[in-house]
């Protein structure tokens, strides 16, 4: 059983950041792959980032170059970095960890961007 509690999250300004972080309990972290998706009022969850194991890395199209997904095994905690934020980023953000048929949700943080 794995365990994945997310913090970080906030009310920003346009153009500003934050850094989410997601830490997971249980055995064998370090061997899922982990991801950030996020789900806006009134649309469907949508993957962020991903990354796997070996710490490859891939980024929904809207958020490159902007966000980092990074994952400290040694702690078991995935993180976001994201910057240059926009209104169109809002919604709750929620870490994933997969391995096979095994898939792990957290409950979701908010983050609002908003002048």
């Known amino acids: 059983q794995v365990q994945l509690v997310e913090s970080g999250g906030g009310s920003v300004q346009p153009g500003g950041s934050l850094r989410l972080s997601c830490a997971a309990s249980g055995s064998g972290i370090s061997i899922y792959t982990m991801g950030w998706y996020r789900q806006a009022p009134g649309k469907q969850r949508e993957l962020v980032a991903v990354?796997?194991?070996?710490?490859?890395?891939n980024y929904a199209d809207s958020v490159k170059g902007r966000f980092t997904i990074s994952r400290d095994n040694t702690k078991n905690t995935l993180y976001l970095q994201m910057n240059s934020l926009k209104p169109e980023d809002t919604a709750v953000y929620s870490c994933?960890?997969?391995?096979?048929?095994?898939?792990?949700w957290g409950q979701g943080t908010q983050v609002t961007v908003s002048s």
């Open positions: 990354i796997t194991s070996r710490g490859s890395t």
């Open positions: 994933n960890a997969g391995l096979g048929a095994r898939v792990y």
